[in-house]
């Protein structure tokens, strides 16, 4: 599988906190340890490998630290493309107690130079993928003129496309297989509200209307997913959580699952319902997280 998106550097900072700044209102932070990984599409990258798929990711990152150190974690780096003049997306998260009190970014939303998205375009010409997964987090590498050239060519080549997508770009996901917005994305493109199972279902068929998809899976937080798929028939699966933690990088785990699900001959609510289930072992855990085909396969036994 190809991933193409907004690569990440997630950092975590780890300590306690003791006392209350003298200078200013603020918790002071004792450091225990810090800890990296990657994030966005490359949590989506991590997401799948964990599950058992072999996998590929392409991207950007800024000359840089942060860009060296996602580089060095790769197996496999020649889908990683340094950009001049711009910094690796960094995402520094302060933790406390097991409690996230600050997050600090470092980046950049202006779209990738085209020159690069010729190289990234050059790069995905040359292999067959079984499925690409488009993860957009509004930084710059998923663009029009980069979808303007992918699209066509998966089309060409039947290879089914899988988008956790950003509203600014929803018009140009068209055609493709997944899309997986959550509840807020969605009631912005449909401009109403996304809360009862009703206005939901509604929200969907606008999707259906205004772009080429199969299937929508709709992510709602603490109410599960609404699932739709391409006959507009809708089902509701309600969050299996037992704790949550943190949410950070669900979304992620949900487009990893359900994908991977799809191209293993799984029927839509059935990838829906291991997207579910693969949230929910995710969000009890801290920080960016993946799950693991043992820890799905055990939850669903359970």
């Given at each position: ?8 550097l997630d950092r975590y900072t780890w300590g306690t906190v003791e006392r209350i700044s003298p ?161 807020f994305e969605t009631a912005a493109m449909v401009n109403h509200p996304c809360k009862k199972d ?53 979304g992620d785990t949900v487009i990893a699952t359900a994908s991977l699900a799809l191209l293993s ?38």
């Open positions: 599988m190809l991933v193409v998106g907004d690569i990440m200078e200013a209102p603020v918790p002071v932070v004792h450091v225990r340890r810090d800890t990296l990984c990657l994030g966005g599409a490359g949590n989506v990258y991590h997401n799948l490998k964990s599950l058992g798929s072999f996998s590929v990711l392409l991207g950007t990152v800024g000359e840089d630290e942060s860009g060296k150190w996602i580089k060095n974690s790769l197996d496999y780096k020649e889908g990683i493309f340094t950009t001049k003049n711009r910094p690796t997306t960094t995402k520094t998260r302060i933790i406390a107690h097991q409690q996230q009190i600050l997050r600090v970014d470092e980046e950049v939303n202006e779209s990738i130079p085209k020159e690069t998205n010729k190289k990234m375009l050059k790069f995905l010409q040359k292999e067959d993928y079984d499925g690409i997964v488009i993860s957009d987090y509004n930084k710059g590498v998923v663009n029009e003129h980069f979808l303007n050239g992918l699209l066509p060519l998966a089309r060409k080549r039947d290879i089914p496309v899988f988008v956790d997508p950003k509203i600014n770009n929803i018009s140009l996901f068209s055609p493709i297989t997944l899309m997986t917005p959550n509840h009703e206005e939901v279902e509604k929200a969907g068929m606008e999707i259906f209307s205004q772009i080429s998809v199969k299937y929508l899976i709709i992510k709602r937080g603490k109410k599960g997913m609404t699932v739709i798929d391409k006959n507009k028939q809708a089902a509701h699966i309600p969050t299996i959580a037992k704790e949550v933690y943190d949410v950070t990088g669900a001959g799984a029927s839509i609510q059935e990838a829906a319902f291991l997207a579910n289930s693969a949230a929910g072992i995710v969000v009890g855990k801290i920080g960016t997280a993946v799950v693991t085909h043992e820890e799905l396969s055990n939850l669903i036994k359970e």
